[in-house]
């Protein structure tokens, strides 16, 4: 039937031009952003996946952080413990040499204890106040402390330290004031320095410990983003050569919505 009411070569050259302009501004979408999914239409299970990815990813690389700031904590409550156990070496050195025959008990042994009184307070000085952001570390309050180092909520380390004060050592009456007194105290200050030695390896320890989560973390970051990459960045050869399609595609529609308006004129024919 010959018509002009209706172009039916120009309406099906018209569709399948939307179809191709819909592909290439697709086609473009993907190439301006570098990825494969712009929008949840693109892939709706695999934004899905995508974000669920993210999430693991963010709170991997805030366990990170955490644990960094755990080593930094470990590390304060460590050398707190070093210069304690320092004094206590020098404690134990007086009273060595105090329980030696050749002192009196005064002046020499008065003088010796004198020396063993402001270290018994700076000790306690330090086991106080140590602290990191403001937490406590070795007044014997930092007990069973947890440190967040995964995305997911059981992976926590707890972290704990002994008092580290001079009572909590067991050296808060040393006194080498007198020969048996100095002896006496050779015994109490090995027992403190045993003690402040197994919580130094248990510093040591838990920085092992943090410093491997953190490298298996890390790792894991890795893997994620590159599985992350595979479902959300877009092909760029395959996208290029999609581009180049759609732009032949464009213009042959151009010129074959041209050809079929073209047609109809030759309707004219029948009235001459």
């Given at each position: 039937m010959t018509s002009i009411g209706t172009n039916r070569p120009a309406l099906r050259v018209h569709y399948h031009g939307d179809l191709n302009n819909t592909k290439l501004t697709e086609t473009i979408e993907r190439l301006s952003?570098?990825?494969?999914?712009?929008?949840?239409?693109?892939?709706?299970?695999?934004?899905?996946?995508?974000?669920?990815?993210?999430?693991?990813?963010?709170?991997?690389?805030?366990?990170?952080?955490?644990?960094?700031?755990?080593?930094?904590?470990?590390s304060t409550a460590e050398n707190g413990m070093q210069e304690i156990r320092n004094m206590i070496l020098r404690m134990r050195e007086l009273a060595v040499q105090m329980a030696n025959g050749v002192y009196n008990d005064g002046p020499d042994r008065g003088y010796a204890q004198t020396e063993i009184n402001q270290l018994m307070r700076q000790v306690d000085m330090?086991?106080?106040?140590?602290?990191?952001?403001?937490?406590?570390?070795?007044?014997?309050?930092?007990?069973?402390?947890?440190?967040?180092?995964s995305h997911n909520a059981d992976e926590r380390i707890s972290l704990y330290f002994r008092s580290n004060t001079t009572s909590g050592l067991g050296i808060d009456t040393v006194d080498i004031s007198t020969q048996n007194g100095a002896k006496a105290a050779m015994t109490t200050l090995n027992t403190a320095l045993e003690k402040i030695s197994e919580q130094l390896s248990m510093a040591g320890g838990f920085q092992n410990?943090?410093?491997?989560?953190?490298?298996?973390?890390?790792?894991?970051?890795?893997?994620?983003?590159i599985s992350l990459g595979r479902i959300m960045d877009a092909d760029m050869a395959e996208e290029s050569t999609q581009l180049s399609k759609a732009?032949?595609?464009?213009?042959?529609?151009?010129?074959?919505?041209?050809?079929?308006n073209q047609s109809m004129s030759s309707i004219l024919t029948l009235f001459s």
């Open positions: 952003s570098g990825q494969r999914i712009t929008n949840a239409a693109d892939d709706a299970a695999g934004l899905f996946v995508a974000n669920r990815i993210k999430s693991e990813i963010r709170g991997l690389e805030r366990g990170i952080q955490n644990a960094g700031d755990a080593l930094g904590l470990v330090i086991a106080d106040n140590a602290d990191f952001n403001g937490v406590k570390l070795l007044d014997g309050s930092f007990q069973n402390v947890n440190i967040q180092t410990r943090i410093k491997h989560g953190m490298s298996l973390s890390a790792l894991l970051v890795k893997s994620s983003t732009q032949v595609l464009a213009k042959a529609n151009t010129a074959m919505l041209a050809q079929a």
